[in-house]
């Protein structure tokens, strides 16, 4: 049977790169979905609730979306290698490397 760290990316992660770099990898695609993820619900608890959108706004928070969705993809791939419980690991155990990411923050 085949285990989650057997399991090999596919080509959206370089297979070459080691454990720390796609644990960084995947910190820092958390860094940057929280970030548009923030941007997304700043922008839209900022618009008027009875107005019409204009056309500009809802693009600028349709694009958020994507660029959220574009971050979340790779780090479903890393997902199939790695799991939360081997990134929390991770994080606790090397926190010099870990500290200026958002994930680091839950464990302080």
Known sequence: ME????????????????????????????????TYWSLYLDMKCDLPIHDFWTKEDIEKLDGYLQIIEHFEKYQGELILEYTYEEIDEFVRCNPDLCKNFSFFRFFS
């Open 3 to 34: 285990t989650k760290n057997q399991k090999k990316t596919n080509s959206l992660i370089n297979p070459e790169w080691s454990k720390q770099q796609k644990m960084l990898y995947f910190l820092w695609l958390d860094d940057q979905v929280m």
